[in-house]
């Protein structure tokens, strides 16, 4: 059974920093690109970050570029996102998202908020 | 910046057929896009439907089915239950980077 596992939300302040972790189990983690997808609350989805099977490329929205920064260690079958310079505006549930060209797998969602 | 869009809200009665389309501001969707689907319902994460425009994941009911109609990616739904009222996104590929669409709130009445 594939689990997705997010971990690492909170309270942080405008221009503070948070590290989210995922932890994959029920397949194989070193053969699948993996994403973070974010919801604002009562909002659409939002494509945040990719990262191929590798971790050979990585692939960022406008709105989180030079702030954000994806990671995977194949070894543990755990993906990271770094996010420094946080603004009101990333505050959201963030999901870790299994898969490329067929994403199938979500996540819980771990719930990242950005306030004083 | 690239934006996809989808309706925002649809209305379709139990037993009927509805589809919902999915739009690229760069141009007709083609399956180099990948278009994925997804539903979502209040308090759940997305679930995946369909991927690279018309495969179905093995737990996708089958009155659910994807397509490229008049340049955009579409989901067809026939047969419509109550159930299927929720959320739906498309995701499109766009060589690295994904967009979502904005999404349908699909009511079934």
């Known amino acids: 059974e594939v689990q997705l596992l997010e971990s690492g939300g909170g309270l942080v302040q405008p221009g503070g920093s948070l590290r989210l972790s995922c932890a994959a189990s029920g397949f194989t983690f070193s053969d699948y690109a993996m994403n973070w997808v974010r919801q604002a609350p009562g909002k659409g989805l939002e494509w945040v970050s990719s990262?191929?099977?590798?971790?050979?490329?990585?692939y960022y929205a406008d709105s989180v570029m030079g702030r954000f920064t994806i990671s995977r260690n194949n070894f543990k079958s755990t993906m990271s996102l770094q996010m420094n310079s946080l603004r009101a505006e990333d505050t959201a549930v963030y999901y870790c998202?299994?898969?490329?060209?067929?994403?199938?797998?979500w996540g819980q969602g771990t719930l990242v908020t950005v306030s004083s | 910046q690239t934006v996809v869009t989808q309706e925002p809200s649809l209305t379709v009665s139990p037993g009927g057929t509805v589809t919902l389309t999915c739009a690229s501001s760069t141009g007709a969707v083609t399956n180099g896009h990948s278009p994925n689907w997804f539903q979502q319902k209040p308090g759940q994460p997305p679930r995946a439907l369909i991927y690279?425009?018309?495969n179905t994941h093995s737990w996708t009911p089958a009155r659910f089915s994807g397509s490229l109609l008049g340049g955009k990616a579409a989901l067809t739904l026939s047969g419509v239950q109550p159930e299927d009222e929720a959320d739906y996104y498309c995701l499109l590929h766009y060589g690295g980077p994904r967009v979502f669409g904005g999404g349908t709130k699909l009511t079934v009445l």
């Open positions: 990262i191929i099977y590798n971790g050979g490329s990585t």
């Open positions: 690279s425009t018309s």
């Open positions: 998202v299994k898969g490329d060209q067929g994403v199938d797998f």
